[in-house]
């Protein structure tokens, strides 16, 4: 069945620092969607890349989905607090409402 | 507009009882997803349904597990004689119902089962 792994699992950086997390599918999927997960709460949806080779930017959040659409990319620059939790990419692999395959997630956690 | 509403937010229940948990999709949504959270790990999709039919239950364990979404009311999730590994977090996502175009899910706070 359909695979996604994101690497690294764990991510500790200086608050100031920049961070990116890689997000690889075993298929080519037809969008990605990427969302962050507090410590104890919920999934909450960031964005949605549906285009090969796709760059959207949300404040300094950087999102890209590969050419071949199958891997992605979400780039954090200079990381504040707020920005602690898990980040997980999630692949679909057909257009209308569909069944997500969540990537693996990586933690991020900020030393002040 | 209220987001996704899932009940219990905890639910203890000793081995071999049933736990059921419920989800309202927010307001205007017709697609219920639900995943299952262990601690430090991902989420894992269960089933997908639409109301009155399961579209996707390919994630789910064949024994012990059932869902449904009925024309009135909320989905459920049902787990009968529980065990210990069925102790997990259990999310409920909704998304709206548009053609052609992938959406977004919405998660509720999730409802955090726990087996003695």
């Known amino acids: 069945g359909q695979q996604v792994m994101q690497i690294p699992q764990y991510q500790h950086v200086q608050e100031g620092e920049d961070f990116t997390t890689y997000c690889n599918s075993s298929t080519t999927l037809s969008n990605i969607q990427w969302y962050k997960q507090r410590p104890g709460g919920h999934p909450v949806f960031l964005i949605q890349l549906v285009k090969s080779g796709e760059v959207k930017k949300q404040k300094r959040l950087t999102f890209q989905f590969g050419e071949a659409k199958k891997n992605s990319s979400l780039h954090i620059t200079a990381t504040q607090t707020t920005d602690v939790g898990t980040y997980f990419c999630?692949?679909?692999?057909?257009?209308?409402?569909?069944?997500?395959?969540f990537g693996t997630g990586t933690r991020l956690t900020i030393i002040p | 507009n209220a987001g996704v509403m899932q009940n219990p937010r905890h639910l203890v229940r000793r081995r071999g009882q049933e736990a059921r948990l419920r989800c309202s999709p927010m307001?205007?949504?017709?697609?219920v997803y639900w995943y299952r959270q262990l601690p430090e790990e991902g989420l894992k999709f269960m089933v997908y349904?639409?109301?009155?039919?399961?579209?996707?239950e390919s994630g789910m364990p064949k024994e012990r597990f059932s869902a449904e979404f009925p024309k009135e009311g909320p989905s459920i999730l049902r787990i009968q004689q529980v065990v210990r590994g069925d102790s997990a977090a259990y999310f409920c996502?909704?998304?709206?119902?548009?053609?052609?175009?992938?959406?977004?899910?919405?998660f509720g706070d999730g409802t955090r089962l726990s087996i003695l």
């Open positions: 999630a692949g679909g692999t057909n257009f209308g409402n569909e069944k997500l395959t």
């Open positions: 996502a909704s998304s709206p119902t548009l053609q052609g175009e992938a959406q977004p899910q919405h």
């Open positions: 349904l639409q109301k009155e039919n399961i579209i996707d």
């Open positions: 307001k205007g949504h017709s697609h």
